[in-house]
């Protein structure tokens, strides 16, 4: 089975895991047993996994925060009282900490995803405390222009984050004007149950977890070593390997784009062609229903939507915002290209689903 889901996660690439392996055995310390070498190595290993984190961010290694994920960090960049500015296409992580408060401006961006400086401006108020707009959509690929986000926010006195889950590692980033920002590595090739909250120097955030004080008691709890190397380790590969992937997947997912078109009757591309992440489409088939067509493509791993939110029947919520109809929304797919992913592979993509669209058509007919 070919694996087109990088969105959803990524496998751990084998070179992470020899990192992470001593961790788990030989050197189990933990890092707060400063009383003896076992405790010492461990807390080596995580400071120096710090520094390398925050080097790939060109940042502190004190701004830089390890957590259990995404889904924790931007839990924790959320957690404040005022007026939150977010876009109605975030992950569901953002949204929903945003809604809490019940004092949260939702964003429509626009047929692409963008949303755009003018519509923060606009959206400002005098006790607007953050806004946050992800780096990509895990969906449709969508690249925010979040330079002139976080500039905007920086001139307001208004705090900026970001979650960067889909973008790190695929396409570069820039912290300049970022306040706080959210990543997982399991995204990148690393391992999963791991990522950070980039808190910018002198940017104050109140924990979830209170009690154990790691973290500088921003998140109280045994740090998990093993998997702090790992996404260090992750985060190295993809400084080497990121810009000559992006290329690659590049071409790849636009000749996949162009022959869909092209080919398979009632086929349309969401999202935009460029400001988009490199391995990500997202097609809708017209009068086809999505979930039909992934079980007819039996040689491919596939998602309708995010799937984060597979489980929740109807369409998704990010095509829905942007616009796109409900009946073509219940026909899409996102192929998610990584690094396994050959031009052969998305060839053999188009033959099966000009076949399986056909097909579901014929059967819809009769
Ligand atoms: N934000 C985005 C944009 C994501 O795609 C995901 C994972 N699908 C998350 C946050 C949550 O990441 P995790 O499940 O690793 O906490």
């Known amino acids: 089975m070919i694996y ?3 969105h959803a996660t990524t496998p751990c690439d084998s070179r992470v895991v ?3 392996l001593p961790y788990f055995t030989e050197h189990f ?4 047993s400063v009383t003896h070498p076992f405790g010492k190595r461990a807390a080596a290993a995580l400071e120096d996994s710090r520094i390398d984190v925050a080097r790939f961010f060109g940042v502190s290694p004190s701004e830089i925060f390890f957590t259990a994920g995404a889904t924790e960090s931007n839990n924790i960049a959320l957690n404040l009282a005022g007026h939150i500015i977010t876009s109605a296409i975030e992950h569901r992580s953002v949204i929903a900490p945003a809604e809490r408060g019940g004092n949260v401006t939702l964003l429509t961006p626009d047929r692409q995803g963008f949303v755009s400086p003018e519509q923060i401006r606009d959206a400002l108020r005098d006790d607007t405390k953050l806004v946050s707009i992800e780096a990509a959509n895990g969906e449709i ?16 006195g208004v705090l900026f984050h970001s979650d960067m889950t889909q973008a790190v590692g695929k396409v570069p980033l820039d912290l300049t004007n970022v306040d706080l920002a959210s990543m997982s590595a399991h995204k990148l090739y690393g391992p999963k149950g791991i990522g950070a909250l980039f808190v910018r120097r002198g940017v104050h955030v109140t924990p979830l977890a209170v009690g154990g004080g790691q973290e500088k008691g921003l998140r109280s709890g045994t740090v998990n070593v093993p998997a702090v190397v790992g996404f260090a380790a992750a985060l190295k590969i993809r400084a080497e390997e990121m810009a000559d992937e992006a290329v690659r997947l590049t071409a790849i997912r636009n000749e996949l784009w162009d022959r869909l078109v092209a080919e398979v009757d009632g086929a349309s591309v969401n999202g935009p062609r460029d400001l988009r992440l490199p391995g990500n489409l997202n097609v809708s088939f017209d009068g086809i229903d999505a979930e039909a067509l992934i079980l007819a493509l039996r040689r491919f791993a596939l998602s309708s939507g995010s799937a984060c939110s597979s489980g929740e029947r109807g369409p998704s919520r990010v095509l829905t915002a942007i616009g796109v109809g409900e009946a073509a929304a219940m026909g899409s797919i996102r192929i998610g290209l990584g690094k396994s992913n050959t031009p052969g592979e998305a060839a053999m993509l188009v033959d099966d689903l000009k076949r399986s669209v056909a097909r579901l058509r014929r059967i819809t007919v009769a």
């Not at 310390?29 to 707060?32: E, K, L, W």
């Open 4 to 6: 087109l889901d990088h």
């Open 18 to 20: 020899s990192a992470m």
């Open 29 to 32: 310390g933990n890092p707060a």
């Open 141 to 156: 690929g969508t690249l925010q222009p979040i330079g002139e986000i976080g500039a905007l926010c920086r001139e307001r």
